[in-house]
């Protein structure tokens, strides 16, 4: 009779011992590192920020120095009731909303076609691009001379006659330049998120009979949602600060047409001299945009929360 001879058993593999946390002392060795740059934001920007509320709450113009009262907040009640500021709330947000939503569009648009594969596409992206780059102050004056001249201006020289585009229409001018500068970085972000997009579930759908128009508003515009958001937010908090598009082509006018908060708050301390007051406006503004990038933070941890489930 013949006997079988089983294999002997493989030995049980042994689990690695489990991690063993540090104490207090090892995560302050691992975050030592950061110290200084943590020291650094600190100093730069909370102590400052902790200085312009102290002098938010005090009644202090520089044309009589030796006078500052406290006055609680008072002058974030002048703030919020003034006219002059209030005009200038109004045109923070049309400036800000008109700038976002037509680079955003513009965005949208140069996107799909540079999502696209045709000769020379790295060229065209690299100058699409060029615009977001150039100095705010040095883009506000090329439109200002170089587009915008009544004499010698492209537009007037595209459109003729002798518009004075400035003057008639001060709005209209602050918003194209900040779309022509800002229309690249909504390009980018969103151009991100169509390189993001899964191509099998495109062919499918192409398959399944669907054509181009239903495929981009079924399937490329409900994933591009959050990245249409975070370019929307992003934009709107860089924005909202604008002032050397309105110092250099408008001044803030004609009149108060073009005065947005920034520009109001750099009269009230350089015109007006009223620093407590112009300290209550630079708060509230900062408020408004700890309000929005609260917002795009989210926004950004959904699109991180998004690439680990795939």
Do not use: C
């Not at 042994?14 to 207090?24: L, S, T, Y």
């Amino acid at each position: 009779m013949t006997q079988t001879i089983r294999p002997a058993p493989a030995p049980a593999r042994k689990r690695p011992p489990p991690p063993v946390r540090g104490g207090a002392r090892d995560r302050l060795i691992r975050r030592a590192p950061l110290l200084p740059a943590l020291v650094f934001a600190i100093v730069v920007t909370q102590i400052p920020f902790l200085v312009t509320i102290y002098l938010s709450t005090l009644s202090w113009n520089a044309l009589r120095p030796g006078e500052r009262d406290f006055v609680g907040l008072a002058n974030y009640a002048d703030v919020l009731t003034d006219d002059r500021l209030r005009a200038a709330l109004v045109n923070t947000v049309v400036l800000t909303a008109s700038a976002v939503v037509v680079s955003v569009l513009l965005g949208l648009g140069l996107a799909v076609l540079l999502d696209r594969r045709f000769p020379g596409r790295g060229v065209v992206r690299t100058l699409l691009i060029t615009p977001f780059l150039v100095m705010p102050m040095a883009a506000a004056l090329l439109w200002k001379h170089a587009f915008y001249n009544p004499a010698y201006g492209l537009v007037n020289g595209v459109l003729g006659g002798s518009t004075d585009w400035v003057s008639s229409y001060p709005m209209v001018s602050v918003v194209a330049t900040l779309v022509w500068q800002w229309t690249p970085f909504m390009m980018l972000i969103i151009l991100a998120g169509l390189q993001s997009q899964s191509q099998e579930t495109v062919e499918a759908a192409r398959v399944d009979g669907a054509g181009p128009w239903q495929v981009f508003t079924r399937l490329t515009l409900p994933h591009l949602r959050p990245y249409l958001e975070l370019g929307a937010l992003l934009g709107s908090i860089y924005l909202v600060q604008t002032f050397d598009a309105v110092f250099t082509i408008t001044q803030g006018g004609p009149g108060t047409a073009t005065t947005n908060l920034p520009y109001e708050i750099y009269l009230t301390t350089f015109r007006k001299f009223e620093y407590g007051e112009a300290a209550a406006a630079g708060v509230v503004v900062v408020i408004g945009t700890i309000i929005v990038a609260t917002f795009a933070l989210r926004v950004i941890s959904g699109l991180f929360r998004m690439e680990d489930h795939r």
